[in-house]
Every structure is written in structure tokens, then in C-alpha cells.
């Protein structure tokens, strides 16, 4: 049956090579090889969970009287938007369940996303020739967070609202543009009668849109370039070793997909995200208590909270408060993650050649101290996103705690630098013999590789 | 071409013969798989080996094999019609679930096991059933080759001379493409007239009466000392830009600078309920401390000296709204805000207001 549809598809595409070379693509077998997998399976996940809330969601901002069957909100002035979300997550069957699906399938996104591109830094993935695939993966992460962003402020509940006051703030500090930037965005204030059509579309469209292009951009550079190889023998930089993309592959990514597929759907019906009939419909004059953003803007509002209370005035312009930890600090990591590749290829000597074969963080005590601390700068920046929370668990002050993660901003990335890139140092230095472990050319390959390369 | 006829019936018949015999042919081998379970590993692992011919022309002939199989094929045939068998039983659970109108925990748990089950029965699969083999294969150069480079350039060089004869057109092109550009540009236009009307314009009129959300008019005996009202112009009740925060203080603590001496009547003061670091509204007031609390990022600010930020991430004051006492006791805006209100902006006119950051 399947040489029948294979003949008729050939016959018109001439297909019989590439679908070979398909079935025989080799993939590394490690287990840090699935982590980007992870991340598209949950991007999956988003889009077919999304296309089923979008069917129920009424994207807005008009205000109407609530009265339906959650009766705690009866006759609460609410959006249309608020209404649609409250009516899917009780009417409708498995809304609930699809709902809180995609906001967990959201929030692992990200964070596949984010262990993902550790493992690429940590073991020098991006250098040569996969520079592009670095470029394109940090922007999926900044396309992801901000698709997060605009998705959980979408439902007009009290807890979105505040984050639209504070990211109308953020985008109206932007020099120049920000006025305009913001007015476009939200509308003359917050809340506006367009901001939820708005984001809506961006949320829907135009953002899930440009990650899939990419995505598909990101596999199709992997799927030229091949994967790397962890150094280990015969693995050189002339070769891919691995398992071959049917059956074995085949079976296990798509066992994979289904894994990911089953844990967020548990957490799903489990365990609770998002309750917004509990925080209750936007209300301009109130604010949820202890507020906090989904955790991928966590460190960016823990910036906010980290910059002390000053602005900057050039003549009449004024550079507002929120600009530098809001705007400045995130452009500046991100501005970062992209030169990374190019940083590397400063220090490092071979920087000409191809690099297939992975290092080992410890191999690279500098570059692994610096990436630690780095994390470990925003790990702090995002607990003092919480810092009012954990005042009240620790019973002090805000100001007290707000000073010493001030201190900690600063001490915890230095006390990870030299931490790690003492082990890095330990790691490499008592045994010679475990390094020949690691050399990356063998010669009982390379007989191999001459043959199949004049295929 | 159409096959005529003929030719497709005999098609459809042998695919439908086709089907048969191969659905026979698995069911067979599933039952041989299960019938060897017990004899030894060598013979499960020849029977997994397809014929030489197709292993010479997959170009696998020499995947090394890194896994041994150690116990019985049928075995671990067994634990995958398991896993597979819970996955429909999952599935099942979940359509009864849903048709029943059941609980949003039982429909998680039940898509949790029918694709968890699948899942595992997948990777169990590939791991216990399928030949564990290592596979080698070159890397091509990613560089092209110098020939194949030098014409692909030379196929470019011939076109690009054409263009580039035409410099009047060419630079017609980019003019084109400019006008493009402003086009969508200007079409910013649509979202409306100036974000500046709204962000520098008036809140407050003098003469306006202090209205409560509910529309009642504030006078000099509504609030206690301690108390505190949010208050709106009479014309924009509800609105988020106006939003401002009536609060009666003992009038011996102020502080306020000399220009603002009479602003505050009778210990009432006024400010804009919007803060000044990032639009949160300013609700929670401290009357031990004459302290404005935002939630979002607690900057405090002093509503005595006439709201300088005291604490947190806030640089600019809280804009104040002058008060004055008409003759029936009502308390009316003696102007609009000493500053407009909200979160900075980089146009933002300077004040003379006494803020922590102003030089």
C-alpha cells in the first residue's frame, strides 16, 4: 500500500532520493537532544488548544452585566471578554480543561525554551556553523514570552489588568516612539475599548504566525546541518552518530510528543492555573494583592522593583524610571543572548572551523562561570518580582528584604562565577587519562567516512 | 493519464487483496511473537533482521548494533499491547467522561493516562522492540564547492548587469519603495489623532466638583481625619486617567511648599490616584505614616509635603489637585493636577514639584 502512494507521489514529485536520505537521517540519542523537542510538542500543544478556545473566546472590551451560571458574579459588570472566558471555563465541556491545558502548555513553552538554549550555550552549540539557528531560537524565546504576555491579558480579568497598566508604562518610557508605541498598542489608556482586539490579533495571528515561520526555518537549518555530538568515540566533526529517523526515532519523538501531550493535560484537569472568577474582572481602581506576572516576566518585574526610585532628565527630556529596568535591562540581556555566538568567536582559537562535536561546560570554565552567573542574576531579579510576598512570609519589611536583594543581585552571580568556574577548573584537572575520553578525532573512523563521502 | 476501467478495478482489487493479506500477515506475526516468547534471544534477533538485500540498499549494512536483547521478544511485545491497550482504555474513560458531563479533574486524568500509556507504549517500542543500532553518517561539507560557487555567482553577475545598466530605474525602484514605506508609516494615523491630547491634556477644571463614583459631591464634612475618598471631575466619573484620591489629614502636619499653602482646605488634600512609576493605582493610604501605598511595586509616597515619593521604585511625586471650599461647604478643583498624571513619558514637561529625582 504504501509503494502504491509512494509510486503516485513520486511520479509527480520525484520524491525517491529525499524520502532515502528521510528515512536514514541520523539523530543523536542523548536525552538534552529532546529538550528543543519539548518545546515545539508544547508549541503543538498551544496551537491545537488555542484553535478550540478561540471558538468560545470573544475578544471584547464591551461591558455587560454578568449572569450566568457562576453565581458569585451575578450581576458583576464585567467585559465581553471576561464573560466569553468565565462561560468557557463553566459551560462549555473540557473548556476548563483546554483552557488551563494551554496556559500550562504556555508557561512549559517557555520554559523548554529556556533549558533548551542553556544546553546550547553550556555546550557551544551555537558556534560554527549554527550561528543563524542561535539567532532564530532567541528570538522564538522573545516571540514565546511575549505571546505569553499578551495571552494571559487577554481575559479582562483583575490580574491582567494590572499588567497591562504596568506594561502601558513600560512601552510609553520608550523614547520618542513610546507615546505612540503605547497608544497604538492599548489605545489612549488602560483599559481601552481596543486593547483586547488588539493584543487578540497579535495573540492569534501575527505573533503565532512568525514563531511557526521560524520554527520551521530553525528545523529545516538542523535538518541541513545535522545535529551536534556529545564527544565520545567516533564521534568527529566529518560524521553524525546516532539512531535513524524511522522507525526508531520516529517512535520515540512521537512517544515523546505524547508524553508531553499527557502531562500537560493532567495539569490541566489537576491542577489549578489562572483562576480569574476567583481574582474577578478588571477594575481600574483596584489591584489584585500581591500581584505577579506568569514566571517568564517574573525578572523583568523584579528589575522594576531592584531599580531604585530615579529618573533621568536631559534638558526637557525625560528618560522615566521604568526605562532602564524594563526596557534597557531586558534589550541588554537579550541584545547578549545574541552576540553570544559572536563573543565566542572572539576567544576562541579554532573559531574558523566547523564545529560538530560538543564541548563539555567544564572544558570551558569561563564561559560556564559567566553563563551561571548570568542565570544566577536572573534567578535573584525574579524572587525580588516576589519580594512583597516573601516580606510578608519572612515577616519584614519590604524595604528590608528590597535591600538585601539588592545586595544579592550583585553577589550571588559573583559567588556563582567563581564557584562554577572553580569546578569547571577541579572538573578538568586531576585526570589526564579521562581526557583522551574526549578528544574528538579517531582515526578508526575516518576510513569510514572516505568511502561514504565520494557517495 | 485516467486508467481506464479495467485497470482501476484490478487496482482496487489488489489493494484490497493487498490489505488483506497483510493485516493477516500482522496478525500472524503478532501471534508468532507472542508464541516465542520463552525460546531463546538469537532467534528473536534474527527474526527482527530484514532480508540482506534490503539492508545493503538502505545503506545501513553497517549501523553498528549497540543493544543486546536480554530477555524474550514476546515479553516486551507484552508490555507495549499493554501500554497500547491502557491507551485506548484512556481514551475511552476520557469520551465517557465528556459525554457524561463529568468533572474537569476526571477528563485531565483520563487524557493524562491515554497518552501517558501511549507514550510510554511508543518509546517502549523503539527501546525494547526495535533493533538498537548506532548509525554513522559524513556531514557534508557546508561549504559549496569553488565551482559550483563560481556559477552560481556567474548566474547572478549575468542578471544583475541587466539591472544595474538601468541606475535611473533602479533608483525609481527605491524612490517606490520609499513611498511604500511612508505609506504604512502614515497609517499609524488610523489609530487616532495624537496619544498626546490624552497623556498632556486637562483632568481638572477649576470650579469642578469633587464626585464620588456613585456621583455624590464631596464637601469639607465628609471624610473623618484619617479617611480617604476616590474622587472624580463631574463629567468623567469612572475614568482611569482622572482617578484622583481625596484624603482629610490634621492640617498642623502639612508640609506642603509655600505655592501650595491653600490647596488644601480644612486638612483635605487631593491626588492623582495614578502612580508615577507604572500606573498602578495608589489605594492603600497609612494614617499612621501619611504614607500613599501603590500595590504593584510599593513605592510610597508623602501626601504632607505634597507627594514626594518617600520609597520604592517611584522618581516623580503624585501630581496634587488644588482645593478651595465654595460657599456651601462643597469641596470644588481650584485648577487642574500640578503635573499630568500617570507614568512618565520622554516629552513629559519638567515641574518645580520638590520630587526625589528632579535635579
Known sequence: MIDLFGSWLDSRLRLAKFA????????????????????????????????????????????????????????????????????????VRAGLLVRQMHHWAALIFVAAIVVHLMRIYFTAAYRRPREINWLIGVTLLALAIFNGYLGYSVPGDLLSGAGLRIAYAIVLSIPLI????????FGANVPSSVMTARMYGLHICLIPALIAALLVAHLGIIWRQFHTNYPGPGRTNESIVGSRLWPTY????????????????ALGGLVQINPIWIYGPDNPAAIQPAAQPDWYLGWIEGAMR???????????????????????????????LYAVPFIDKI????????????????QRPLAT????????????????????????AAGASVVTVRLILRILFFVVPAVTFVIS????????????????????????TTAVLGMKCSD | MSPRPEDHNRTLRGLTVDTISAVKELFKRTTRDISTAGRGAAAASQQAAPPPTILAKSGRAEDRSIGQPARSDGLRTFAVVVAFLCAVGGGIGFLYVFWSGGTNLLLGVTVGISFGALGCGLVLWAHLL????????????????RDEREDAFASYAAGEHQVQRRKLLVGLSTLVAGTFAAVVVSMVRAFGKDPYLALLGTVWKRGQGLMTLQGKHMTVNSLRVGDTMTVFPPNRIGSVHAQTVLIRVNPEFLQLPKNRANWAPGGYVAYSRVCTHAGCPVGEYEDTTNLLLCPCHQSTFNVLNGGVPTGGPAARNLPQLPLYVDSDGTLRAAGDFSAPPGPGFWNLPPTADPGRGEP
Open chain 1, 250 to 265: 520516529t517512535a520515540k519523538s512521537i512517544g515523546l510528543f505524547c508524553l508531553v501531550f499527557a502531562f500537560i493535560g
Open chain 1, 306 to 336: 531592584l531599580f531604585p526610585g530615579v529618573h533621568l532628565r536631559a534638558g526637557s527630556l525625560l528618560f522615566p524610571e521604568v526605562l532602564f529596568p524594563a526596557v534597557l535591562f531586558p534589550l541588554f540581556v537579550f541584545a547578549v
Open chain 1, 347 to 362: 576567544f576562541s582559537a579554532k573559531s574558523d572551523e566547523q564545529h560538530h562535536v560538543l564541548m563539555l561546560p567544564s
Open chain 1, 369 to 392: 562561570g559567566l553563563g551561571c552567573a548570568a542565570f544566577a542574576m536572573l534567578v535573584v531579579a525574579f524572587f525580588a518580582g516576589s519580594d512583597d510576598v516573601i516580606a510578608i
Open chain 2, 130 to 145: 526495535m533493533e538498537q543500532r548506532e548509525a554513522t553518517e559524513p556531514r557534508e561539507p557546508l561549504l559549496s564547492p
Open chain 1, 421 to 444: 568556574y572553580l569546578a569547571c577548573v577541579r572538573l578538568n584537572r586531576p585526570a589526564p587519562e579521562d581526557w583522551e575520553r574526549y578528544r574528538v578525532s579517531r582515526p578508526d
Open chain 1, 20 to 91: 532515502r536520505k528521510a528515512f536514514n537521517h541520523v539523530f543523536p540519542d542523548h536525552w538534552s537532544f529532546m529538550l528543543g523537542e519539548i518545546a515545539l510538542y508544547s508549541f503543538v500543544i498551544l496551537v491545537l488548544t488555542g484553535l478550540y478556545l478561540m471558538l468560545f473566546f470573544d475578544a471584547s472590551d464591551s461591558q455587560v452585566i454578568y449572569h450566568g451560571s457562576y453565581r458569585a458574579l451575578d450581576g458583576v459588570l464585567v467585559t465581553d471578554a471576561y464573560r466569553s472566558v468565565i462561560h468557557l471555563s463553566f459551560d
Open chain 1, 178 to 185: 513610546g507615546p505612540w508605541l503605547a497608544y497604538m498598542g
